[in-house]
């Protein structure tokens, strides 16, 4: 039987990552992330990797850039505001092809807001990440399982489509632990080959050039072609959801990551009252599973976030106006009870005739 493991999510993630085979990390301490950076400053010298504390967050991603143009596996954490400071490098990161995860355990806001859980960086990671056209795959946990198996997930997309990728935990997961079965560490072997990174050649191949920066309009547009030719696949092939009970519901929920747990207690209080109701939690926020969402068959979805609503947005543009969409939410550190959400449910379904 495989071992389970005592951890906090924020640990989780970094021995995950190490497991995964990432050996470079750069980053800088922000509450409520920093068990992260310090879990790798005393595993990754022992493995003969390098971890570093940049002197900001602009130099942290701007590292993170550099070891991956170097063809190694690499990653970065943050909290919500030093990922505000990230986002112009992570935008060079997508203009240049490169691979790379960012962790972000958010906390609220805007501005330094505070230091307690939060889901209001959903716009950030889906829509914001920096300037130009491009998209970030981003995955949602909201176990500490799941902060595992995501970021194992998250370097193996990363490599394959040569694109950054989010994982958008909060402070509630990072800090919460629960029992962790770990992945197997990877056969380094088995890692893929980067024939295109800037590594050295000693003459057997042309020069590799890293570089984000096209004068020539023409290649800026055929590059930006490609790329989204890129995100059209990842679309079809790296969609992640679970449903819950939807089967005959007519109230859905939909909520990610911590909220989630919250929203599925809620749908079985429903249940046993007799209100059919279910959860559909999107594991990746982008690419968004809007077709799973249509085929729920809902009468109507409630969309329950830790913020002001920010992913109901999405919600609605997958149901096209097909379905009435609700929004409750609560920020800043709060935590909406299953009892608040219950209510909710039972107002909806009373509204339906249930």
């Known amino acids: 039987m495989t071992e389970k493991v005592l951890m906090k999510g924020n640990e989780a993630i970094a021995e995950a990552a190490l497991r995964a085979g990432c050996r470079h990390f750069f980053g800088y301490p922000i509450t409520p992330q920093t068990e992260l950076a310090a879990y790798m400053a005393r595993k990754l010298p022992k493995m003969g990797g390098t971890y570093l504390q940049a002197e900001s967050e602009i130099a942290a991603i701007n590292m993170l850039y550099g070891a991956s143009a170097a063809g190694v596996r690499a990653m970065t954490s943050s909290s919500s505001p030093g990922i505000s400071l990230k986002t112009e490098g992570i935008s060079y990161m997508a203009g240049a092809d490169l691979p790379g995860v960012i962790v972000n355990v958010q906390r609220g806001g805007p501005g330094l807001g505070s230091i307690q859980p939060s889901q209001s960086d959903y716009f950030q990671a889906t829509r914001a990440m920096g300037h130009g056209d491009f998209y970030l795959p981003v995955y949602a946990p909201s176990t500490v399982q799941e902060m595992a198996d995501l970021t194992y997930v998250a370097f193996d997309v990363a490599d394959g489509y040569r694109t950054p990728v989010v994982i958008l935990a909060d402070g509630m997961l990072g800090q919460m632990m629960e029992p962790v079965v770990m992945p197997d560490a990877a056969d380094p072997a088995s890692l893929p080959a980067k024939p295109w990174a800037a590594s050295g050649h000693a003459g057997a191949r042309p020069h590799n050039v890293i570089n984000s920066l096209h004068l020539d309009s023409e290649k800026l547009y055929q590059d930006n072609v490609r790329r989204f ?126």
């Open 229 to 354: 030719q890129t995100y059209e696949r990842i679309k079809r092939d790296e969609v992640r959801v679970e449903t819950y009970r939807i089967e005959d519901a007519d109230v859905v929920v939909a909520a990610f990551g911590a909220a989630a747990r919250i929203a599925r207690s809620a749908v079985n209080a429903a249940r046993e009252e007799g209100i059919r109701a279910g959860l559909f939690r999107p594991i990746t926020l982008w690419p968004y599973p809007a077709r799973a969402l249509q085929e729920c068959r809902a009468r109507a979805v409630l969309t329950v976030e830790l913020n002001m609503g920010q992913m109901v947005e999405d919600v609605r543009l997958a149901l096209e106006g097909a379905t009435p969409v609700s929004f409750f939410g609560k920020c800043g550190g709060i935590i909406p009870t299953p009892d608040e959400v219950l209510d909710q449910i039972r107002g909806i379904a009373e509204g339906l005739g249930e």
